[in-house]
T-cell receptor, first 113, second 114 residues
Framework: DAGVTQSPTHLIKTRGQQVTLRCSPKSGHDTVSWYQQALGQGPQFIFQYYEEEERQRGNFPDRFSGHQFPNYSSELNVNALLLGDSALYLC???FGTGGKTQYFGPGTRLLVL | GENVEQHPSTLSVQEGDSAVIKCTYSDSASNYFPWYKQELGKGPQLIIDIRSNVGEKKDQRIAVTLNKTAKHFSLHITETQPEDSAVYFCAASTARDSSYKLIFGSGTRLLVRP
């Protein structure tokens, strides 16, 4: 049973560019949440997708957007990258929005130069 | 606002000793409290969780306790081993319109000395 997978594992971008990160949820899960983890800090909630809709959003600007596909996989897009966007981006999957147990993928390490 | 405080930030114990990490949450509506272990270069791994209708839960060497009145919950690791060395995060689940998100503490770096 494959767990949560994310791609790419590492990414280097320059300021002002755009980036797309991808996530495939654990088998049987239909909800995907995205988190940003800065170095030395705990993950911070970005948003959650269920039934291809954004269900809840954290305190992140509109530069952060997402999408969920019919097969439950998800993308995180960040536009106009800033140096401060450098972080580990984590995807977590769960069953239903009320399914509180979230399982995390290995993350995508984004470095903005 | 929603907040989870975690202490200590670093913890060093001798192999075989116990380790305790404590967290406090602010949202009285929180009712699910997971603990994650994160090793270097990896994503957080769920190690144990507790729901608000339970005061204590144990899984082999790991136990979690919850005091809803005080809004405190703690992770206890007994008979620590070097492979327990990692960063541990507590989290509290908060809901909005039936959609839940996790609010994380700032992490505890645990070092188990052989």
């Amino acid at each position: 049973d494959a767990g949560v997978t994310q791609s790419p594992t590492h990414l280097i971008k320059t300021r002002g560019q755009q980036v797309t990160l991808r996530c495939s949820p654990k088998s049987g899960h239909d909800t995907v949440s995205w988190y940003q983890q800065a170095l030395g800090q705990g993950p911070q909630f970005i948003f959650q997708y269920y039934e291809e809709e954004e269900r809840q959003r954290g305190n992140f600007p509109d530069r952060f957007s997402g999408h969920q596909f019919p097969n439950y996989s998800s993308e995180l897009n960040v536009n106009a990258l800033l140096l401060g966007d450098s972080a580990l981006y984590l995807c977590a999957s769960s069953f239903g929005t009320g399914g509180k147990t979230q399982y995390f993928g290995p993350g995508t390490r984004l470095l903005v130069l | 606002g929603e907040n989870v405080e975690q202490h200590p930030s670093t913890l060093s114990v001798q192999e075989g000793d116990s380790a305790v990490i404590k967290c406090t949450y602010s949202d009285s509506a929180s009712n699910y409290f997971p603990w994650y272990k994160q090793e270097l270069g990896k994503g957080p791994q769920l190690i144990i969780d507790i729901r608000s209708n339970v005061g204590e839960k144990k899984d082999q060497r790991i136990a979690v306790t919850l005091n809803k009145t005080a809004k405190h919950f703690s992770l206890h690791i007994t008979e620590t081993q070097p492979e327990d060395s990692a960063v541990y995060f507590c989290a509290a689940s908060t809901a909005r319109d039936s959609s839940y998100k996790l609010i994380f503490g700032s992490g505890t770096r645990l070092l188990v000395r052989p």
